[in-house]
Each structure stands twice: as C-alpha cells, then as structure tokens.
C-alpha cells in the first residue's frame, strides 16, 4: 500500500513539475529581471514569479485583467508579506474599448466593530490592538476584487488560479529578502497564532529554501470548486471565524458572507495635455495625487530641475497642504460625506498655495486642512497587453505579513487594515499619519486607504502604468514617479529608482532616502526644514508605453529597492 501511496505521489510531483514548465515557470531556479524592453505585453510585480505567472498568462492568450488576476493570486503565495488573500485592494484598468474601471475590494470593519474598540479604560488608544493579532483584521476583500475584476477577463478564473495553487502546493525557493523578513517577524507568528504555521520552521530561514503552503493550496482549490463562495463560505469561512473566536476576532459568518466588492467611478484629471486616471474613495490617494499635481501644474518645475532646493521645496510644500487635507476631510464615501469636487476644485487650490513663498520654509502648525464650507506592507503590480488594456493593482494586508495571524487549517495571512482607521482623533496609526471622525471606526465602513494605482493616457492611450506599497507614502512616490517621467523627462528606469522623499503634513519633516541629494538637504535645513533620513520609500512598479510612428515599444521596470520583477515579451 505504501509503495502504491509512493507511485501516486511520485506522479503527482511529475504531473505538476510538468504543468510548472509549461508555463515557463521553474519555481526553484529563477533570477529576478529588473526591465523588459518589449512590444507586446509586460508585467511587473513584487517578485519574479508572480511577474512571470502574468506573462504566461498574456502569452496563453488571457487579456492584461486575466493577468492582473493570476499574478495576484500568485503574489498571495510567493509573496506572504504583502501579496494576500485574506486583506484587500484596488483594481484600475483603462480598456482597449477606452472605459476606465476602479474596483474596490478594501476590507469592512466587521459589523461588531465600534468607533472606540481600541481605546483602554483610561481612553488612551493601544495600538498593538489594532496592528497584531485577530482583534486587527478587516473582514477581507481580495477574493471578491478579483471576481469582479474577472468579469473583464477573458479565461476561466480555474487557469487563472492553477500557477498558484501550484505554487503553494508543491512549493518554491525563497528569495535573500523573503527570507530575511520571515526571520525578522519569527516571533510575532510564534506569539499571534495557536497553530504552527508554514512560516516558521526550527532553523532559520536562508535564500533558496523551499516554502510549502499546503493548507493554502487547500484555500485555493475551494475557490477555484466554488468560486468566491469557496471563500466566504462553506469551509474557509468556517475555519476564518474559528480563528476569529481563538483569538477574539470580531469577523463573522455574516460578515463574509455580505461582504461585496464596488465598482467605482475613477478618478480622472488633465495634467499638462496627459490624462490622469486614478482610484477614488475610500482611497485617499487618487484625490491627493490630483490635488498635488494640480497646485504644481501653473509652476514650471522641469526649470526648477530635478531634486533641486526649488523643486523639493515645492512638492514638499504641495504634499504637506495634501496630506492636512486627507486627515480633515476623507473617509469612505458610503459613510461620510466628502467635499471632493471642492478639494480638486481650481480656486481651492489656488488659495491652498497662496501662503506658498519659495525660499521660505512651510510649517504644518500655520498650515492645517483648507477651509472649505461644506473631507507598509503593500504591493503593486502594473501589466498591459497587446491589446491596449492597461491594469494598475495595488493590494495590502497593511503591515508586512499583516496581523501575523494565519488562519488555522485555510493557511492565509489576514490583514491588519483597521489600524488604517482613524484609531483616536490626532493619534497617529503606524505610519504616523492623524485622521479625524471622517475616519472613524464603525460597523461595515471602509478604512481609508493610501494606495494610489494610476493610469497616465496621452492622447487616449496608456503611456505610464504606475503604483506602489508604502503606507502614506504611495500617493508622494506616484506623484513624484510622474513628475520625473512628465516634467523632468526621465527614462522609466531612472523615475523608479531615484531618491524619493515624503512630506504628509504631521510630523512636520521631510523624510528622504539615503542616496537624496546631500547638498538639497543641507540648503533645505538652512532654510528651516527638519529632515529625517530613512529607509525605501516604496516599491514602484512602472511601465511606460511608447507609440512613436504607430511602434508600441514598452518599458517594465521593477523597482531597485525589492525583489521586483519585470517580465514581457
Ligand atoms: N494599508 C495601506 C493603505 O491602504 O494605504
């Protein structure tokens, strides 16, 4: 019997090693290419395998949704920290036919969520509540994204799902970087989980090692059987809700079972003769970006020249006046009213800048929100087609590999979104960014979001597939990304990987990269500026479209500060 078992499993291995190589996909032996220079299609994502599961995609005939969607499920796997199924995001897609499409799958506050749940007895807010274990997780919206998604894709969600299951199922080696980062967060999976979990093994984890995610290719199949129903009910919710009451979560049955992805009107803004499509609410990120460009827009800043004091001084500037304006007045528009028409409106940021004199440095104590009479771990994948589909993801479990909390038995990761929430009034969540009531917890509500997937069209067409993780910073790296491309005519490569910097009104510093230009820091200290050096800013994922003469040339870059991938063809 036993040696029968052996045969069958011995077969099993080839059958799948097989299906691997068919797409191309050698799990255990793979390099991580940063550009693709190509003309028909590209992908770029976090990691190479994901990027090159979105490529066989494209080759196999699926359009750049298709793609979108394996290459997340594929991320779900091999990317643990950031790439998920139990957390959530947002899809924008600009089609061939010339509509735009913003899906939002943003996690729910459970529906016992209440506005104060993370406040103790003295009212003092505990953040360990709302960043690590069960007690921190939104009610996921990942599964039912990709389903709606899927309804502008082209092959059956089953051979989409297939490269990951096999994935997780047979396993594949680790990156130098993954396994740092499983090391690092040991301990926190150790004390936030009641079962062993694939993460954590008795010696420490090298590059190379194979990761197994048995219990997740489980999770996998019943959603390839059942469709989202393989999620949000039946046995995966079963086991969801289990670990919920281990570990006194608040998700329920109900709550999955309810949960539902929005399509959403997408944001769309003129820059410079470019059009600019971008996500809506309960994103913050699509309204500062438009906002930030549209008070750099009167000003010539390719003159100013790139990270110049000038320059500097005038993003800083416009990202402080963006960001005070994204505590006072944004939060998800199906619970709050929002004044966004106002807050991209010309006279509005006219008057937002007024107080603007170059040469003399901002203060976010004289400048708070606008006056209007009427509010880290992430990842991004950007792909297009040789149709002329162009889709732009960015999803989140929120902190890198989420709550640390797997479901026992369904083997995924949930998301630590609700520290998204405006925890307590001016307490700020852990990427030090204050919110207000717009962005109070309550039952159901979507917490704010910064991720900012973005499309640049020039005359109709995508020219610039862009996005990044990064917390707050993902609406500053995209908004200088497109700067660099657009006003200081950089390549692709040179926009992704040059030094960012952030400004998000309190605190009140800049933060920059190691390698920002020393003599701007010094020049912008004497002006009275505080800056911080710190580590990455984000992991940008940009594709740049070029049509000269009718010749589609396209350029995939993966980010320098990653294991980021771009494949094409
Ligand atoms: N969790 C990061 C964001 O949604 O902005």
């Known amino acids: 019997m036993k040696k029968v078992c052996n045969i069958i499993w011995v077969l099993i291995c080839f059958f799948i090693s097989n299906q691997l190589a068919a797409q191309n996909l050698d799990a255990f032996n793979y390099g991580i290419q940063k550009q693709a220079a190509v003309s028909k299609g590209a992908v770029v994502s976090a990691h190479p395998l994901a990027s090159k599961v979105g490529l066989s995609i494209l080759k196999m005939g699926g359009n750049a949704v298709d793609a979108a969607i394996a290459t997340q499920l594929a991320l779900a796997v091999v990317y643990p920290g950031a790439g998920n199924i139990g957390g959530g995001g947002f899809m924008l897609a600009h089609l061939m036919n010339g509509k735009n499409i913003a899906i939002d799958y943003r996690e729910k506050a459970p529906s016992k969520a209440s506005r104060d749940m993370y406040l103790d007895a003295k009212g003092d807010a505990q953040m360990k509540w709302s960043q690590d274990g069960h007690l921190a997780a939104g009610v996921p919206g990942t599964i039912a994204g990709l389903f709606a998604s899927h309804k502008y894709g082209r092959l059956p969600f089953k051979k989409l799902i297939a490269p990951a299951i096999l994935l997780a199922e047979k396993g594949f080696a ?160 199906d619970f709050v009213k929002v004044p966004v028409k106002s807050l991209v409106s010309d006279a509005y940021l006219r008057a937002r800048m007024s107080d603007y004199v170059a040469g003399k440095a901002g203060s976010s104590t004289l400048t708070g929100a606008g006056n209007i009479k009427e509010s880290e771990e992430t990842t991004h994948l950007s792909i297009v087609d040789k149709e002329g589909n162009a889709v732009s993801v960015t999803t989140t479990l929120n902190g890198g590999y989420g709550s640390r909390t797997v479901v026992a038995g369904a083997g995924f990761l949930l998301n630590n979104e609700m520290d998204d929430f405006s925890v307590k009034p001016g307490v700020p969540n852990m990427y030090g960014a204050v919110g207000n009531e717009k962005n109070a917890i309550a039952p159901n509500k979507r917490m704010l979001s910064s991720m900012t997937p973005t499309i640049v069209l020039q005359s109709g067409k995508p020219y610039l597939v862009v996005g990044t993780p990064g917390g707050t910073t993902i609406p500053t790296s995209v908004f200088q990304t497109i700067v660099n491309v657009l006003d200081f005519k950089m390549t692709a490569l040179e926009a992704v990987n040059q030094p960012k910097f952030h400004h998000q009104w309190l605190p009140d510093l800049i933060m920059v990269e190691k390698d920002f230009n020393p003599a701007t820091k010094v020049a912008l200290e004497a002006m009275g500026y505080k800056l911080t050096m710190r580590g990455n800013i984000g992991r940008t994922e940009l594709i740049m479209v070029n049509r000269e003469k009718g010749v589609v040339s396209i350029n995939a870059v993966g980010d320098k500060r990653g294991d980021d991938a771009a494949e094409g063809y």
């Open 174 to 333: 680790i990156t130098a970087n993954e396994a740092a980062a499983l090391n690092r967060t040991k301990k926190e999976f150790e004390s936030l989980n009641f079962s062993p979990v694939a993460f954590v093994k008795s010696t420490l984890w090298k590059e190379g090692d194979t990761l197994v995610q048995k219990q997740l290719a489980g999770t996998l199949k019943r959603i390839r059987d059942k469709g989202a129903k393989g999620f949000y009910e039946g046995a995966t919710a079963d086991m969801l809700v289990a670990e919920m009451n281990r570990g006194k979560g608040l998700i329920s049955l109900q709550d999955l079972k309810n949960y539902n992805a929005v399509e959403r009107e997408a944001v769309i803004f003129d820059y410079k003769g470019y059009q600019i499509v971008t996500m809506p609410l309960p994103s913050s990120g699509g309204i500062i970006l438009e906002q930030m460009m549209k008070m750099i827009e009167n000003r010539d800043i390719a003159a100013m020249q790139f990270q110049t004091v000038a320059s500097v001084q005038l993003m800083t500037e416009v990202e402080r006046r963006a960001f005070a304006d994204r505590a006072a007045f944004l939060g998800d528009p």
